[in-house]
């Protein structure tokens, strides 16, 4: 019997149960598959690095200007301020990485578990069953964690959630290239399309960059993945970049990930939370999820332990997972980033073209871009009255 069963070793999971072993609780860290590279960018911003200091220690890029061209190649270049610069990483060592502070503080990790449903006693929670090689074996605890990502089983038996539709998922597909290449380290590479979704190059080393596309919502459908990625790669206008035909593929993947925002009635029950990806921790505009991951994955471990504490494990005791200013802040955030998505991606890219036109002539409006594109303001009347 665990304190905390947490179903899911990636950012999320690992997280919570870092926090959960810190505090001195017996933590059962499921995980289907540890060797299994997700399907990634790797894109880690500042708040990530301000979690883990140790990552700013390795060799590891400085993103330190970002280039975003739309799909008429109007080209808007910026400059990441010192304190906000990100960096990127293969993300089977960034996932090892945090499993292993998690290990580190006194989880176990059970690997090659499937989890596939709840167990019940006396109609509550009570742990969670998992396949194996070997079998069968079921995991007991006071509280269960759904940390398991968009393929979540539990989420789907917890009945908190119902299965994705098309129009609130992104669809990706990405692949880490080897070979010399011309991109600067320093950048990173933004290329909206005539779709809704973008593709981006991500340099890892001198040798090795992270390479991908993603549509999302109707344009799943409209479009289709393998060809817009083939087509991305073979485009006549990053070759200056990537120059060569024959890059060696190190890896390559496809998954999808949530885009509509938060599923705030889905986070908890009486004896579960669920975290992540599971339920909707995606920034629905750059499709980040590893810090919002990161911070949901926290702020239900604490509440986790005020709940250990107060042997109380009831929904209405979860309520300050859910309630917590910060994941209502997130949500907040989540919804402006989802209408102010609508305005970057109308009209099949043409208002995109015309911002980033007028933004190479006007460094004021391109400054008001970049604030936009970050969040950090709506778009105003006078910003408006310049495109429509
Ligand atoms: C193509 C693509 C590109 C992306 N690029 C970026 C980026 O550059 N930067 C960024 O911040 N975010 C990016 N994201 C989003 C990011 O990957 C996720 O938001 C983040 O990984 C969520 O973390 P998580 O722990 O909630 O879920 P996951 O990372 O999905 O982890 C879930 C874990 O649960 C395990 N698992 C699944 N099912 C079971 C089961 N039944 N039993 C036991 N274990 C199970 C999985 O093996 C995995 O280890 C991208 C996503 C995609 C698909």
Not at 153 to 159: A, Y
Not at 363 to 370: I, K, L, M, N, T
Request: net charge positive; charged share 30%; hydrophobic share 35%.
């Amino acid at each position: 019997m665990f304190d905390v069963v947490i179903s899911g070793a990636g950012p999320s999971g690992s997280h919570c149960a870092e926090v959960l072993s810190t505090a001195g609780f017996s933590v059962a860290l499921i995980e289907k598959d540890a060797d299994w590279r997700k399907p990634c960018g790797g894109g880690i911003n500042h708040r990530v690095l301000d979690m883990y200091p140790e990552l700013r220690k390795l060799n590891l890029p400085k993103i330190r200007n970002i280039a975003m061209h739309s799909a008429g190649y109007n080209k808007l270049e910026y400059q990441v301020s010192e304190r906000a610069r990100g960096t990127v990483m293969d993300r089977l060592d960034l996932d090892n990485f945090i499993r292993n502070k998690a290990i580190d503080a006194g989880a176990e990790l059970f690997d090659k578990n499937l989890s596939f449903d709840f167990i019940y006693k006396n109609q509550k929670r009570v742990g969670i069953k998992t396949k194996t090689p070997s079998g069968m074996k079921d995991y007991y605890g006071n509280l269960i964690i759904v940390a398991d990502g968009m393929s979540s089983k539990l989420s789907l038996k917890s009945g908190l959630r119902k299965k994705w539709r098309t129009e609130e998922i992104a669809n990706g597909k990405c692949a880490i290239k080897q070979g010399k290449h011309q991109l600067d380290e320093e950048f990173i590479y933004i290329y909206f399309k005539p779709f809704k979704g973008y593709a981006w190059i991500f340099p890892l080393d001198e040798e090795r960059f992270n390479i991908g596309v993603y549509t999302f919502s109707e344009d799943n459908i409209n479009y289709d993945l393998n060809s817009v990625y083939n087509d991305f790669i073979k485009d006549p206008e990053i070759k200056s970049y990537i120059p060569k035909l024959d890059y060696r593929e190190c890896w390559l993947g496809a998954y999808p990930f949530p885009v509509n925002g938060i599923l705030e009635k889905s986070l908890i029950d009486d004896h579960v939370m669920l975290v992540g990806d599971t339920v909707g921790f995606v920034s629905p505009i750059s499709g980040e999820g590893i810090q919002h991951a990161l911070l949901s994955g926290k702020i239900a471990a604490e509440t986790a332990i005020k709940a250990l504490e107060k042997e109380n494990f009831s929904k209405e005791f979860l309520k300050e997972y859910k309630n917590h200013p910060k994941i209502k802040q997130q949500i907040r955030s989540f919804k402006l980033k989802k209408s102010l998505r609508e305005f970057f991606y109308k009209d099949k890219g043409k208002f995109l073209n015309k911002i980033l036109q007028l933004a190479e002539q006007d460094a004021e409006f391109r400054a008001q871009v970049v604030d936009i594109f970050m969040s950090k303001q709506v778009p105003s009347k006078e910003f408006l009255s310049k495109i429509l």
